[in-house]
C-alpha cells in the first residue's frame, strides 16, 4: 500500500513539472514573438562617408517589398507615362498615370512648369491607368502665377529636383503651412547665395527655388559633393536608404521596402542632401564626427514616437510617430497588406 501511494506521489510529481515546463514554452515562445524585431528597423549602417560638412551612412537591410516594380515621378515624367496637371490651385495639382505600373511619388518632390512651381507635399502612389487623381502640394515660387518662357502653363514637364533642406520638409509635412514653406524657400535661396558668395535666385523667377537649384554655382559645388560620395553605393547588393548629418548634427534618414526604389531615387536625394549642406556651410566650425551609434539611436527613438495617421488615399496610408525631438513619417500600402513603403526620419 506505501509502495502504491509512493508511486502515485512521484507519477503526480512528474506530470507537474511537465505541465509548468510546456507552460513555461509557450510563454516563451509568446515572448520571443511579441519580442522579435519589427522589419523596419531590423538593419546595419555601413559609413561614415564625408565629404566636406557632410557626413552619409548607407542602411542595409532586406526589402519586404522587394519584388514589387514602382516608376518614380521623375524617370515617369521623362517618359511622358504621367500627366501632373496646373488646376489653378495653389495646393492642389491633378495627376494622371498613362503606365502599366505603379509611380510612386515621394514628398519633396518639385514640379516643374505650371503657373507656378510646387512641391508635393505627402508620399503618393498612382495606380495603373489611374485616371486624374486629385494631388496635394505647396507653392515653391510665390512670384509668379503665369506661364514661364517656353514652359507649358497647363501641366508640369519635370521632377529632376526635390527640396533640400529639414526645415522646409517640416514646414510642409509637419507644420502644413504654405507661409512656412514660403519663408523657408527664400531662407534657402539666402543661404546658398551668401556661402557661394553670388546671387542664386533667378532674374526670371527670383522666387523659384527650382531655378536656384539649377543655378550655375549651385550646380558646380554640388556637383563637388554628389561626385566624391556618387561611388558610394558600388559593390553593395542591399542598400535601403540612408541617413546623413551635415556639420557634425544628426538631420534625416530615408529608408524604402525596396532596394530597386532607393537605387532609382538615390542620385536625386543625394543632390538634395548635398544643396543642404551647402545651405548650412560653415568653413569655421569643426564639427565633431558623426559617428553610427548616433544614428542608430536617433532612428530607434523616433519609433518610439505618439503615432498619427492619415489617409492619404484609399491605397495610402500616411502613419507619424513624433515626440520633441524627432518625427517619423512611414508611408503605407494597403494594397500590399499595409506594408510600409517609405520611412522618413527627422531630427527636429
Known sequence: MKKQFLFAITVLSILIAASVGFLNTVAGQKKSSSGSKDPATDFRLSGPYIHKNLTIFLVHGKGILEGHSFLTLQEALAQKQVIVYETKDVNELAIKNLSNQDIYVQAGDIVRGGDQD?????????????????????????????KRGNEASTSFASSDNSVSTKDLKLAAKLSNSQEAVWAK???????????????????????????????????????????????????????????????????????????????????????????????????????????????????????????????VTQRVKLVTRQDERNILFETRDAQKKGAWVHRNYIKK
Open 118 to 146: 510646387r512641391m508635393i507635399s505627402t508620399d503618393f502612389i498612382v495606380p495603373p491607368r489611374s485616371g486624374r487623381m486629385p494631388i496635394a502640394a505647396f507653392c515653391v515660387e510665390s512670384g509668379r502665377w503665369n
Open 185 to 311: 524657400v527664400a531662407a534657402t535661396q539666402d543661404k546658398l547665395s551668401k556661402n557661394l558668395g553670388a546671387t542664386v535666385n533667378a532674374s526670371v523667377s527670383r522666387s523659384s527655388l527650382e531655378l536656384s537649384v539649377e543655378n550655375p554655382k549651385v550646380k558646380e559645388t554640388t556637383s563637388t559633393y554628389t561626385t566624391a560620395l556618387a561611388g558610394i553605393m558600388r559593390g553593395k547588393t542591399d542598400v535601403i536608404g540612408y541617413a546623413f548629418a551635415i556639420n557634425g548634427q544628426v538631420n534625416s534618414a530615408d529608408v524604402y521596402a525596396s532596394r530597386a526604389l532607393f537605387t532609382k531615387l538615390w542620385p536625386k536625394l543625394l543632390k538634395a542632401s548635398a544643396v543642404e549642406a551647402i545651405a548650412e556651410l560653415d568653413d569655421s566650425a569643426k564639427p565633431v564626427p558623426v559617428e553610427q551609434d548616433a544614428i542608430a539611436t536617433f532612428m530607434a527613438e523616433s519609433e518610439k514616437g505618439n503615432v498619427g495617421e492619415q489617409a
